[in-house]
């Protein structure tokens, strides 16, 4: 598994502008007094379209290409760091997630925090950590991107599936093992060497990404 300098460099910048739509407060408060839900649901399903659909509407009614890979760049960009790196603090705490230049850096980092107690950091990252890979892939899978990044994005969402699913089986392994001599780095080498690789596919997915908006971008 080679190493990649440009795997921690971002895509976009910023937060999504604000999305959506809907009724008027004027409209709502004629529905509430009629009796008419009518209005409200149609907004409510107007707004939902409209932030699903905010990639494909951009590129496809006449809207500013740039801006749409702008915007989606700022999304997933956002998403990156709330869930991603958002996972990584948490699962190794007192790291600098810059230093981790190598899948041995990586594995190094999580043995030392499971050898201070196996039990106590698979409770740590399974009820506080795991979450935020949870939250992740449904914001990746309501993305519509534009068609060169299709690909691209299904690899990122898969190696986000393969990283939390390693992640979840390092947890249970942790829980069934035998900690009385201490804990053995070769009893967790598989379950640690799939973390590494869908840590190191994700960065790398997440970097083909950030070339393709950049090439949008610059262009």
């Known amino acids: 598994m080679s190493d990649d300098p440009n795997l921690n460099q971002g895509v976009g910048g910023g937060a999504p502008p604000p999305l959506g739509g809907g009724p008027s407060l004027a409209e709502e408060e004629k529905a509430l007094k009629k009796g008419n839900t009518g209005v409200l649901v149609a907004g409510i399903v107007a707004a939902v379209a409209v932030t699903a659909g905010l990639g494909y509407v951009l590129l496809q ?44 850096d990586l594995r190094r980092a999580i043995n030392e925090r499971a050898a201070r107690s196996p039990t106590a950091y698979a409770t740590l990252v399974r009820d506080q950590c795991i979450v935020k890979l949870n939250e992740h892939e449904p914001g990746l899978r309501e993305l519509i991107p534009p068609a060169d990044l299709g690909e691209q994005l299904a690899d990122l969402t898969g190696a986000l599936v393969d990283l939390r699913t390693a992640w979840n089986d390092y947890i249970r392994a ?18 640690i060497t799939k973390i590494a690789k869908g840590w190191y596919d994700y960065k790398h997915a997440y970097n083909e990404v950030n070339d393709t908006i950049r090439g949008h971008l610059t262009e």
């Not at 006449?62 to 749409?68: L, Q, R, S």
């Open 61 to 104: 009614s006449g809207g500013d290409e740039t801006e749409a890979y702008g915007a989606i760049g700022r999304r997933i960009n956002g998403m990156k760091q709330e869930h991603f790196d958002g996972f990584w603090s948490c699962a190794l705490p007192g790291q600098q997630l810059d230093r981790l230049s190598s899948d041995q």
């Open 174 to 191: 942790l829980e069934q093992g035998n900690h009385d001599e201490g804990y053995d780095e070769e009893a967790y080498r598989q379950q």
